[in-house]
């Protein structure tokens, strides 16, 4: 681990953030693009939770997180609050880990 | 600056401040997630100012967890770099989706653009109004900053005595809360059918591609979205 990954890491990173609002300051863009970018927002969000809901580096994750996350997602739709989902992904998870009937 | 300011919680207690509550609850996950990366960045060697200094600059929690292992494990610098960059490419879209709330003025601009995270922008496009927006995004941003970096310096600390997170189902909580977050939006049609293509190309890519890279093939999702009602133009991607 050098101080040079984690300047380059932390750079590079930083420059992509700041990429996005640059570019929004310079162009006007039209109520339609603008439905689109927060459509493909939303979408990269999906794509991060189901992954990380069934994939660690590169393989899967286990039923356990898949269950906890399924769970939550079933109360967020029916409407639960916030903490509720949150609370209820992780008992899952963790319950089922506990009693070793998933992984 | 006036963005800042509205993120004060009113009188009537925190408690009463819904987003302020859940915002809290997901600061409290990502504490012991940032605890368990100090305390294993320490177990592997890895100096505990380093480790810190790297969630304050960074602060991107996958990317960090990345660099570690792979460095840790002997990997070339230069894979650890390109690895957390691909991972934090996301960042580019999600910029150009809600960068206007914190481009107001360039010290704003330079600030938010440091805080943006999946959870702010997710707590973000969750809210209706540009003001929600932004108040959401700044809190969501500021309460994980002020998180982050401590909660790992303590986890370097404490070292050993820090359990394994995925014990108490973290792994499943911090999905299932983004999810929460953009299920209000997967009621509308077309931003489903994006999602579900899109999250459906990410999964069936994942074995193939290295990480980060499927979740940004799932922007081809947002092909299923349209059409859309059209704009003045009514210019169409290729």
Redesign the interface.
């Known amino acids: 681990?050098?101080?040079?990954?984690?300047?380059?890491?932390?750079g590079?990173?930083?420059a992509?953030?700041?990429?996005?609002?640059?570019?929004?300051?310079r162009i006007t863009i039209?109520?339609?693009?603008e439905?689109?970018?927060?459509?493909?927002?939303?979408?990269?969000?999906?794509?991060?939770?189901?992954?990380?809901?069934?994939?660690?580096?590169?393989?899967f994750?286990g039923w356990?997180?898949l269950?906890?996350?399924a769970?939550?997602?079933v109360?967020?739709?029916r409407r639960a609050p916030?903490?509720v989902?949150?609370?209820?992904?992780?008992?899952?998870?963790?319950?089922l880990?506990?009693l070793e009937l998933a992984a | 600056m006036s963005s800042l300011q509205r993120t004060r919680p009113g009188s009537r207690g925190i408690w009463r401040d819904k987003l302020l509550r859940d915002v809290l609850s997901i600061a409290a996950a990502m504490a012991i997630v940032g605890a368990s990366l100090g305390a294993i960045a320490v177990s592997k060697g890895i100096p505990l100012w380093m480790i810190t200094l790297m969630g304050a600059v960074i602060f991107a929690g996958g990317s960090e967890f990345m660099a570690v292992g792979l460095m840790t494990a002997g990997a070339a610098p230069v894979t650890a770099v390109v690895g957390g960059l691909l991972l934090n490419a996301r960042h580019l879209p999600f910029g150009l989706a809600i960068g206007d709330l914190f481009a107001r003025g360039p010290l704003t601009r330079l600030v938010g653009s440091h805080l943006m995270v999946d959870e702010s922008v997710a707590f973000a496009l969750a809210q209706r109004d540009p003001a929600a927006k932004r108040r959401a995004y700044w809190l969501t941003g500021i309460a994980l900053y002020c998180t982050w970096a401590p909660s790992i310096f303590v986890g370097g600390l404490l070292g050993q005595q820090v359990g394994d997170p995925d014990v108490f189902g973290l792994d499943a909580a911090l999905p299932a809360a983004l999810l929460a977050l953009i299920v209000p939006s997967l009621r509308d049609r077309p931003t489903l059918r994006a999602v579900a293509v899109g999250a459906l190309v990410a999964v069936v890519s994942t074995p193939i591609l290295p990480e980060g890279l499927p979740v940004m093939a799932a922007l081809v999702g947002v092909a299923a979205a349209l059409p859309l009602p059209r704009g003045r133009k009514g210019e169409e991607e290729s």
């Not at chain 1, 039209?30 to 693009?33: A, L, T």
């Not at chain 1, 439905?35 to 069934?54: D, E, H, N, P, Q």
């Open positions: 681990m050098t101080m040079a990954v984690v300047l380059a890491l932390a590079g990173t930083y992509m953030r700041l990429a996005g609002p640059l570019l929004r300051g039209s109520p339609r693009w439905r689109l970018m927060s459509i493909a927002a939303i979408t990269l969000l999906g794509a991060f939770v189901v992954t990380s809901a069934v994939a660690e580096g590169g393989g994750a356990a997180r269950a906890g996350v769970v939550g997602g109360l967020a739709w916030f903490v989902v949150v609370l209820a992904a992780a008992v899952t998870t963790a319950g880990r506990f």
